[in-house]
T-cell receptor, first 114, second 110 residues
Framework: NAGVTQTPKFQVLKTGQSMTLQCAQD?????MSWYRQDPGMGLRLIHY???????DQGEVPNGYNVSRSTTEDFPLRLLSAAPSQTSVYFC?????????????FGSGTRLTVV | EDKVVQSPLSLVVHEGDTVTLNCSYE??????LLWYKQEKKAPTFLFML????IEKKSGRLSSILDKKELSSILNITATQTGDSAIYLC??????????FGTGTRLAVRP
């Protein structure tokens, strides 16, 4: 089925480790973004991309890197994991011309940093 | 800084009740207002509102945007236990950027 695929679904990291959360979409969407969701905080934007080769920071970018070498993929890198990065991470994509469906979200990655 | 505020933060009702969830926004280059329902996993799309005063309906759910007041409401009539979820409001701005509110947690008791 077409959509946004996130891997892994669950991950436990030790403080200081690095890792990459993967996000891929097969809808040819120009816009992709990463959010983190913490209890009582809603979804907060980490980084976003309006197209291949273009990325920008969102509300909470510190400690994370992104790149967009292809339209399909938008990986999120944690450089040196900290307990404050324990959260649920969602990747989303959209097409700016889409007046009907808004964003499509991946199923999320639950990350725990110990 | 873009901002979306939802109220109430949480709500407990009984089956059959009608609820109204509120969302206000302050967003530069506003494009549209979106509502999502989130149960255990990813948010699922409910409505996108672009024009002021035009109600969108889907079954027992409806929503309307007031651009003059920079706000939107989501109504759920004849609530069911399956409506229990977090309802998220988000404002879309230029570049397709979404700013989310903290959500309203709705619990529907049998």
């Amino acid at each position: 089925n077409a959509g946004v695929t996130q891997t892994p679904k669950f991950q436990v990291l030790k403080t200081g480790q690095s890792m990459t959360l993967q996000c891929a979409q097969d809808m040819n969407h120009e816009y992709m973004s990463w959010y983190r969701q913490d209890p009582g905080m809603g979804l907060r934007l980490i980084h976003y991309s309006v197209g291949a080769g273009i990325t920008d920071q969102g509300e909470v970018p510190n400690g994370y890197n992104v790149s967009r070498s292809t339209t399909e993929d938008f990986p999120l890198r944690l450089l040196s994991a900290a307990p404050s990065q324990t959260s649920v991470y969602f990747c989303a994509s959209s097409s700016p011309g889409d007046r009907v469906y808004g964003y499509t979200f991946g199923s999320g990655t639950r990350l725990t940093v110990v | 800084e873009d901002k979306v505020v939802q109220s109430p933060l949480s709500l407990v009702v009984h089956e059959g009740d009608t609820v109204t969830l509120n969302c206000s926004y302050e967003v530069t280059n506003f494009r549209s207002l979106l509502w999502y329902k989130q149960e255990k996993k990813a948010p699922t799309f409910l409505f996108m509102l672009t024009s002021s005063g035009i109600e969108k309906k889907s079954g027992r759910l409806s929503s309307i945007l007031d651009k003059k007041e920079l706000s939107s409401i989501l109504n759920i009539t004849a609530t069911q236990t399956g409506d229990s979820a977090i309802y998220l409001c988000a404002a879309k701005s230029s570049g397709d950027k979404l700013t989310f509110g903290t959500g309203t947690r709705l619990a529907v008791r049998p």
